[in-house]
């Protein structure tokens, strides 16, 4: 079933790549909100199978799952070439700062449950310490921590910027509370406390 979910995201992803912004016929307003239709029901999904997945290395299927999830840049597949594929992949902030604005709990919630369960497995076995590695390599791909603060920063504070940021901020709010509910909380990943857990843990699977 992981299998069949992490295929549905890819093809999801490749749908909504393909959409051409100039045109208004109805397939490309599909391709446009295709993610839209999938991103709760994913999100509880990715949320309910992190707590409850057996602590061994067959979870590697659901954390490829949320990292296919989470860049879908990788499925942005241009039609030049080589050299116009690769340019494709490359995590431009304007290109992708829309997304993850509206994504931002799938890079900053479910990083959090990612490494609280990580730190419950054993680091010394290679498979277990290889899917950390996995998050490390996702993460530290060019420009995309940059977006993922630019978007936490306006879920947590909304009292600074001018009307453009309050206009982003409003996008952040709107999208975490059709997720959460109005009365949602939300945690930083860039909070100082956890950034210390985010170093111990690295240095226990050193």
């Not at 001018?162 to 009365?183: F, H, N, S, T, Y």
């Amino acid at each position: 079933h992981i299998r069949v979910v992490r295929m549905l995201v890819k093809h999801c992803h490749f749908f909504a790549n393909s959409a051409n912004v100039n045109d208004l016929i109805p397939l490309d307003h599909l391709k446009r909100n295709v993610l839209g239709m999938i991103k709760k029901r994913l999100y509880f999904f990715l949320n309910h199978t992190f707590s409850h997945w057996p602590y061994d290395a067959s979870f590697r299927l659901v954390l490829e799952t949320w990292l296919s999830y989470i860049q879908p840049w990788r499925y942005s597949v241009g039609c030049g070439g080589v050299d116009e594929e690769a340019e494709a992949r490359i995590v431009h902030p304007e290109r992708w700062q829309g997304f993850i604005n509206e994504n931002v709990l799938f890079y900053t919630t479910l990083l959090r449950y990612q490494l609280c369960r990580f730190s419950r497995m054993d680091l010394t076995s290679n498979k277990n310490a290889f899917m950390l590695y996995r998050i490390c390599k996702v993460y530290s791909q060019e420009h995309l921590l940059g977006m993922v603060k630019r978007a936490d920063v306006q879920v947590e504070n909304p009292q600074t910027g001018g009307a453009a940021e309050w206009e982003k901020r409003g996008v952040v709010a709107r999208q975490i509370a059709d997720v959460l509910g109005p009365g949602y909380s939300y945690a930083s990943v860039f909070d100082p406390n956890f950034r210390e857990f985010m170093v111990q843990l690295l240095l226990t699977a050193h």
